[in-house]
């Protein structure tokens, strides 16, 4: 196996195990995260966490 495709499937499980801590198992439109490519996976992340940084910071003002 090549070097980087390695490391693109370390980065891909990472992702999954990070989306599934936040209860994200399904896009929008059904697909599963294992269905998802790398790029998808990394905007997902990005959305599920900001949303998640503004429930934070919401329940800090109230």
């Known amino acids: 196996m090549t070097l980087l495709k390695q490391a693109v499937e370390k ?5 999954i195990n990070e989306l599934t801590k936040y ?4 896009t929008s439109d059904g697909k599963r995260l294992s ?3 790398l ?5 997902a ?3 599920v966490k900001c949303k998640f940084a503004k429930e934070m910071s919401q329940d800090e003002l109230h």
């Open 11 to 15: 980065r891909t499980n990472y992702l």
């Open 23 to 26: 209860g994200y198992l399904r």
């Open 35 to 37: 269905e998802l490519t």
């Open 39 to 43: 790029t998808e996976l990394e905007q």
């Open 45 to 47: 992340h990005i959305t």
